[in-house]
């Protein structure tokens, strides 16, 4: 079993809409989760972290956490076509930061 | 202000060629990384370092070597480089081990022909 698995992508939403990025991780005693976002050609940028059970909102993104169901989602809501990136979700694991395969998100003008 | 800075950015090398790879951070963390990202985007760690002292090191060939001369640094010295070496290397550091998020350099991308 993967450490930390993403939905595959990619996944193209019309600029307006919401965007959702789920990730499911393996290690129960998890404590703390990244979301990055990553622009072709560039490094990977931290744009939220999530400690507790439940929603955290910054901006446009709003982070979902379920420890119980080791479910940690994404939404990037009224999607921008600047919002075009492939998102990757991490997870702590041995001393290490995990990180999921990405989504890449298209967003149509 | 850069806080995580390597060099280079651009590596073309032939196969069989030794180069290395330079990493500093200024945010003040006692945790250094490198991560390996292949064609497919997948990030993979390959060595951790806290304080100056080999923490991780992820069933990485021995042709690659890091070292951490001080915890502000860490270089990446790879030998006898192979094709399946391309990929762009990013370092990284973090306030802990661990939970911390990572902040990450703009990454090197080495291309070995």
């Known amino acids: 079993q993967k450490e930390v698995e993403q939905n595959s992508g990619p996944l193209s939403v019309p600029e307006g809409a919401i965007a959702s990025l789920n990730c499911t991780y393996s290690d129960r005693g998890s404590q703390s989760f990244f979301w990055y976002r990553q622009y072709s050609g560039k490094s990977p940028e931290l744009i939220m972290s999530?400690?507790?059970?439940g929603d955290k909102e910054d901006g446009r993104f709003t982070a979902q956490l379920n420890k119980a169901s080791q479910y940690v989602s994404l939404l990037i809501r009224d999607s921008q076509p600047s919002d075009s990136a492939t998102y990757l979700c991490?997870?702590?694991?041995?001393?290490?930061?995990?990180f999921g395969a990405g989504t890449t998100v298209t967003v149509r003008a | 202000d850069t806080a995580v800075s390597q060099t280079p950015k651009y590596l073309v090398t032939q196969m069989g060629n030794d180069k290395s790879i330079k990493c500093e951070q200024n945010l003040g963390h006692d945790t250094m990384y490198w991560y390996k990202q292949d064609s497919k985007k997948f990030l993979k760690i390959m060595f951790s370092y806290n304080n100056k002292e080999l923490i991780i090191n992820e069933t990485v060939p021995n042709r690659f070597s890091p070292k951490s001369p001080d915890k502000a640094h860490l270089n990446l010295h790879i030998n006898s480089l192979e094709l399946g070496d391309s990929a762009v290397y990013f370092c990284?550091?973090?306030?802990?081990?661990?939970?911390?998020?990572?902040?990450f350099g703009n990454g090197t991308r080495l291309t070995v022909t």
């Open positions: 999530i400690y507790s059970n």
């Open positions: 991490a997870v702590p694991n041995d001393y290490k930061l995990s």
């Open positions: 990284a550091s973090s306030h802990r081990t661990g939970n911390s998020p990572l902040h």
